[in-house]
């Protein structure tokens, strides 16, 4: 019997760390099986198999306090029982016991970020990103919810974020700039404004074209997406291997015009090329700009290259080769061109010689999405078939 999240109206339980372990799409259970599922929809696994592993995501309570996101707690079960209701309708009450925990979340995350606001305070990652903040749980909703209020006040949200700048000691700085590093390890002294899908201008700019492609429209909306578009025309970079964009900009580098370094990071899915690149062709896409879409194209397929490609030395769908190709599959299947589906066969038999070295022993680590091996298989799921994932797992990504 599938567990509800805590009646307390605000969410909040009382886990233990293997419970909390169990609620994670990004480094925990739920990613494993997410797994499982997309295998049992495709013939490749049994379903008797995929419906043990959701049982011990949900069999327990589940968290619906207000750090819960699409990556942990009661949004990322609602994510995991949404891929199996179609085909199991048992499932199907379950998951709409976890919706009406996540529309009562988003409510109060919506009134959370009004207050702070109004006080013109600056956000953070926990507020908006992919992960844990409202861009997450809207990319669920737009699957779910498509014509719910609470997706609406997200879009309304994200409008805001992006069309209204804050000034600070005179300094004009985008609404999605935050006051805290992006790793405690690189300090961004006076904040930064970050690019990447995870955390930045990117997921944004993705979240807001793909609902406008659904039909998901509010007011601003496509104002916010010429800001975002903008931004990147901004702040592009073209070196000799080709187009590239900071993974974020300090107050220093906000001032100079220009980021100190001279060269792009490795291509990845989370802060590089390719992630921002397809976020560009889902806004073309959204505003029929066939320059912009071609552009977009452009750009990636140079970011696939055997040289760049090279520079990677991870699997994982994060920062690796399975959130590279994963994203090329997506953005081929949208491509005016035949240039980025010419690249899958080679970004193919990347993953999977990555996968053959994949020698995680930490269990834990192993069933995670972002950098474990259940998102690596998830990808070698799609490369195998070479169809889209039957579940939909990728939209997670805010790639599709």
């Known amino acids: 019997m599938m567990a509800d999240a805590s009646s307390n109206p605000d969410g909040e339980v009382s886990l233990t760390l293997e419970e909390v372990a169990g609620q994670s799409l990004a480094r925990g259970a739920v990613a494993g099986a997410l797994l499982h599922v997309e295998r049992a929809w495709t013939g490749a696994g049994s379903w008797s198999t995929a419906q ?58 919506l009134a959370t970020a009004k207050i702070r606001i109004d006080r013109e305070d600056p956000a953070t990652f926990a507020e908006y990103d992919l992960f844990y903040g409202l861009t997450g749980i809207g990319a669920l909703l737009l699957r779910h919810h498509p014509g719910s209020d609470e997706l609406a ?21 985008p609404g999605w700039w935050v006051a805290h590093d992006p790793d405690e390890i690189l300090p961004t002294p006076g904040g930064h404004a970050n690019f990447g ?28 997406i010429a800001v975002l578009t903008t931004w990147f025309d901004r702040w592009r970079q073209d070196g000799a291997a080709g187009p590239w964009w900071p993974q974020w900009i300090t107050r220093e580098e906000l001032s100079a015009g220009h980021p100190a370094h ?126 889209p994932p039957r579940t939909g797992w990728d939209a997670c990504l805010l790639i599709t």
């Open 153 to 173: 006040g997200i879009l309304r949200y994200v409008v805001t974020l992006v069309t209204r700048p804050r000034s600070e000691n005179g300094v004009e700085l």
């Open 262 to 387: 001279t060269h792009g990071g490795r291509t990845s899915w989370c802060y590089g090329t390719v992630g921002i690149a397809r976020a560009q062709q889902l806004a073309a896409l959204a505003s029929g700009d066939s320059r912009r879409q071609q552009d977009a194209e452009d750009v990636l397929a140079a970011s696939l290259t055997d040289a760049q490609l090279d520079r990677i030395s991870e699997p994982g769908l994060c920062h690796g080769i399975a959130g590279v190709f994963q994203t090329a599959y997506r953005a081929a299947r949208d491509a005016r061109g035949p240039a980025l589906a010419a690249r899958l066969p080679a970004l193919a038999g990347r993953l999977t010689r990555h996968t053959r070295g994949d020698d995680d022993g930490d269990q834990a680590h192993a069933a995670g999405l972002l950098n474990g091996r259940a998102g690596l298989d998830l990808a070698l799921e799609t490369a195998r078939r070479s169809t």
């Open 52 to 109: 043990d592993h959701i049982r011990r995501v949900a069999a327990g309570p589940v968290d619906a306090a207000d750090h819960a996101g699409l990556y942990y707690g009661a949004p990322a079960v609602a994510f995991l029982l949404h891929a199996a209701a179609d085909r199991h309708p048992h499932f199907r009450s379950a998951s709409q016991t976890m919706d009406e925990h996540v529309l009562h979340l988003t409510r109060r995350r």
């Open 197 to 224: 899908m995870a955390h930045g201008a990117a997921g944004l700019l993705a979240f807001l074209a793909l609902a406008t492609t659904d039909g998901c429209l509010v007011d601003g909306q496509r104002e916010a």
